[in-house]
Structure formats: C-alpha cells, structure tokens
C-alpha cells in the first residue's frame, strides 16, 4: 500500500458551452483513456452558461472520471483546490473499493464499521496526499470571460501556493484558450517552481469561439509532452 | 461550500432522536450549534449528559479528523481537551451519514471575551493559547482552521478550549481546512504547509482582528492583503501595545519558534510588570516630595510665627 501513487489530471474553468469542433464529453473520455482525469468548474455570473452549458460541465467532468462544480467568481479559488483535492481522492476510492471488493466481497468502505474505515481511510489519505501530481489548467478566455480574468488568476496563484504545501511531488501548467495558431495555447509550461501571475490579462485576444473538445484533445497531447526520464528517475510510481 | 451539505430539509431538529448503526447509542437533538467546512454539530443528550455530535455526509474528511483527535487523546489524555465519545452511522432511508461524538464546550469566544479588554488580558490570553499550540505542536501537529470562533474561553476558569478540528493537520502536509482572513497563504507569506508558524500567523492576525475591529481588518484583506500595512497599525493600537514586538516578529518571520515565541512574552511580561511598579515607586515619590515640601512650609510659616 506505500507505493507511490502518481495522478495526471487536467482542470477546466469555463464560463460557457464549447461551440467548435469535436464535443468536449468526448474528449474528456479520450483523456479518461489516457489516464488523465478531467474536472471542470463552471463560473455562474453573467457568463452564458445556461442549462445546457451546466449539462456539458457535468458530462464532461463525468466522461473525464473526475468532478465538476459550478461557481460563482467569488468563489473560484477555494474551488479550483477543492476540486482537485477531491478529484484525487474519489479515484482513490474507487480503486480502495476495488480492492475490497476482492478482499471482502463488498465494494464500499461504507460498510466497513467506522474504526475499520478510520484506518482505511488513513492510508488513502496518506496516498492523496504523498502521491505526485500533473496538472494542467485551462482557461477559457472568450469574450465573456475578461472580466473574470483577474480573480482567475489569483486563483491560479492561490492554487498553485496550495499545490506546492502538499506533501508529494507536482507538476502544474497553465493553457488557454482559443489561441491565434492552435485551440490550445501553453502559457505556463510544465514547472515545479513558483511562478507570478501576470501573464494572462495582457495577452488577452478576444474571439468568439469556445473550441472546448479541441482543447481538451490537445492537452492530451502536452501531457505526453513531460519528461518521463526525469520523472521515472524520482518516482516508483504506478498509474490509477 | 453550502453544496457540501444536502442533509434532507429538517432531518435533524430539536427532539429528533437519533441512534447509530453499529454502537445503537441514542441522542437527542437539543440544537444545531453551527457547521464546520465538512459537517454540521448538534449539541445532544445521551443518558442525561450533553454532547457535541459532528455530522457529515463525507466519511472521507471526518474519518481523517477522528483518527487525529484520537491520536491526541491518546498521547495528551484529555489534557488537550481532544477525546472522542462515540463514532457511529447514521443511517436515513437510503443515505449514510457518518458522525462523531465528542464533548460539548461551554464558555464565549475570544472575540467576545477580548472585547473592551486591557493590553493585559491580550497579552495573558496570547500566552497561554501559544502554549496550547505548543503542546499540539510537540504532538507533530498543526491546528490549521484556527480563527475567534473556533477558540473558546471559559470567562470563570478562563480555560481555553479549541474547537472544530477540521484543520488539524501533520506536520509537513497541507493545511486541510482554514479560512481565506487568517491563511498565511492568502496573506502571501508563505505557503500552506503545516508548521507552527502557521498556526501563529492565524494566532496573530485573531488578534489584531480584535484589536482593530473586524471592518478595518476585513478591509486591509480585501484592498491589499499586504501585511506590511497590518505592521503600520499594529504600535498605534493600544490594546496591542505589549504585543506589539511578538506580533510583528510572528507576521514577517518564516521560522518563529514557539520557544522564541514564549521567551519573548516572557521578557514583555516581566518588563510591564516592572513597568507598572516603577509608575508606583514614582507615586510615592511624588507624596513623600509633596509631604516634605508641605513639611518645610509648615516649619518656615512657625519659624515666622515666632
């Protein structure tokens, strides 16, 4: 049980519905696919995430095995953690569920009598928390999103100072989107540093697109881009 | 986060008797007290004692909080005021709802108690709640969440209990729970890695809370977060006045020991003292000058008189 656990995961923060190219539920399944988890946060406030849009934030956050929550800006930055920290605890589970379910033919800790579950949960605990993280954020960055920028990234900012009190290893990198040349465009690339926050908002290219799915199918991409020597050479890791 | 908490509209209301499915031991509901980050307490009546019961709808978080208290318990006794009654499931239709029991804490939180208080009192009550963290610090852990109202003081004893232990948290891990106004993080000055300093930043910034009141201090934090204007304030306020050099060392040190910590209260606390005798040696001065000089009168008024 003390193998090191390793989590790649991607973090969506959108105010709208995707309206370009492949279909963002699919995408998240094709990051499922490749072990990327992808959770998605919804800001509520005069964006124009209606109805449908909060049915897309949830069927990709579900396609992408991860979670999704729905916002307003105020709010943003203790969610962006939140939900990365419960992300990474919910495939835990599953996995513990799993295994009990081999063990003990019943496939709920739930079910466990509480002191049991105590110790249970303790190891996982100690897995979420000791275990390395690849994340990506990606930002939305049409029109509708430029007022929110500025708390987006105090949130990033917060995050990150967040990220880096974890006891295991990370990795973050920051994308937005749509971009001049791709969908996708790397602001912050994969670093175990701190980094400032002032490169979003004077970047700002307004376009009406929203290329969600297109975007998600090219982080796939950039995750392939880490260096594993590197990280094989500091982790005895497996995937979830 | 409200949309942690989808507890059935008035499940739990005063007079609903409520019993555990593996220990079967029954409480009453007397009232809702408040709600942490990942539960909401009741104050309860089990064989006509009263209690506090933690509810959740998230084993997860609450099973990690149990198995710190009961660390604690075992190590510090009831020293710390850390034990745990009973650890049950509530079960509801459907739904499982864990919870714990733990013992109720009466007394008035130290923003109410600090309230129109002297430099004194802030100082006292600083000392002995930078001990209690000590001794949980000696322990390998961070209190994490802490803030006025999860500090409570007996105003008789002036017993301090700590409550909500949400946040407590080992050391070298992240802060599992804390609040945005008292988070070292959110106050950029350093990170949200579990170590003393992080629980006597939030310590610090209670207290000038008090001390400046909650307007101003929110105030600060929304417009700049810069600690730096909290250490301009800080020697003006008079009710932070023997704090004042603890106070600022603890803002802008990373590395402030509890060691450091306490000798410097130490030297403050001897110094005020000798303060105030040296007010009241000059007092007597004053009388026996004023006496004598009322003496000579008196002498050179007879020797006229003769």
Do not use: C
């Not at chain 2, 209690?51 to 318990?73: G, P, R």
């Not at chain 2, 009241?280 to 006229?304: N, T």
């Amino acid at each position: 049980m003390q193998k090191k656990v390793s989590f790649k995961q991607i973090t969506l923060i959108t105010d709208g519905q995707s309206n370009m190219g492949l279909s963002p539920v699919l995408a998240a399944k094709k990051a499922r696919d490749h072990n990327i988890i992808v959770n998605v946060i919804g800001i509520t406030d005069e964006g124009a995430l209606g109805l449908n849009g909060s049915e897309e934030i949830r069927g990709i956050a579900t396609a992408g095995g991860g979670l999704s929550q729905i916002v307003s800006i105020e709010h943003i930055a203790k969610t962006v953690q939140y939900v990365t920290q419960q992300s990474m605890n919910k495939t835990i589970q599953q996995v513990i569920n799993r295994q009990l379910k081999q063990i003990l033919g019943q496939g709920d800790i739930y079910q466990l009598p509480p002191e049991e579950r105590i110790k249970v949960v303790e190891v996982m605990d100690h897995m979420s928390e000791h275990s390395h993280l690849d994340i990506l954020l990606i930002v939305d960055m049409s029109a509708s999103m430029r007022s929110k920028l500025k708390k987006i990234e105090e949130a990033l900012f917060d995050f990150q100072l967040s990220v880096r009190s974890r006891a295991g290893s990370n990795q973050i990198a920051i994308a937005t989107y749509p971009s001049k040349e791709n969908h996708l465009e790397i602001k912050i690339p994969w670093t175990r540093e701190y980094f400032k926050m002032d490169m979003m908002i004077s970047q700002f290219i307004p376009n009406g697109n929203t290329p969600t799915g297109p975007a998600i199918e090219e982080a796939i991409e950039y995750f392939s881009m880490i260096n594993t020597r590197e990280k094989n050479g500091i982790l005895d890791e497996y995937l979830i | 986060m409200n949309t942690l908490f989808n507890f059935p509209k008035d499940l739990f209301k005063p007079g609903m008797e409520l019993s555990g499915k593996w220990n079967k031991k029954s409480y009453v509901i007397i009232r809702y007290i408040g709600h942490g980050e990942n539960g909401s307490v009741f104050l309860v009546e089990s064989s006509g004692k009263q209690y506090a019961l933690k509810i959740t709808e998230h084993s997860f978080d609450l099973s990690y909080e149990i198995k710190m208290i009961q660390q604690l318990s075992l190590t510090q006794g009831n020293h710390l005021g850390f034990s745990v009654f009973d650890i049950d499931d509530f079960v509801f239709g459907e739904e499982i709802y864990p919870y714990y029991v733990m013992p109720y804490r009466t007394g008035i939180t130290i923003e109410q108690y600090l309230t129109g208080m002297r430099q004194a009192d802030y100082l006292y009550l600083f000392s002995i709640i930078v001990n209690r963290l000590e001794m949980l610090h000696r322990e390998g852990i961070v209190f994490g969440d802490l803030k006025g109202e999860h500090i409570i003081v007996d105003p008789i004893t002036l017993e301090i209990s700590l409550i909500d232990y949400g946040g407590l948290s080992l050391f070298n891990e992240s802060v599992r729970q804390y609040t945005v106004l008292y988070d070292r993080a959110s106050w950029r000055m350093g990170d949200r890695r579990a170590n003393p300093h992080y629980d006597f930043f939030s310590l610090t910034l209670i207290f000038i809370k008090i001390a400046i009141g909650e307007n101003k201090f929110k105030r600060i934090f929304q417009q700049s977060r810069h600690v730096k204007e909290l250490y301009d304030i800080i020697p003006n306020i008079n009710s932070l006045k023997l704090l004042a050099p603890v106070l600022m060392k603890i803002l802008t040190g990373k590395r402030v020991s509890a060691k450091i910590i306490k000798r410097e209260l130490e030297t403050i606390r001897i110094k005020s003292l000798s303060d105030s005798k040296r007010v009241k040696w000059k007092w007597i001065e004053w009388v026996f000058s004023l006496s004598f000089f009322v003496f000579i009168m008196m002498f050179l008024r007879l020797l006229y008189a003769l």
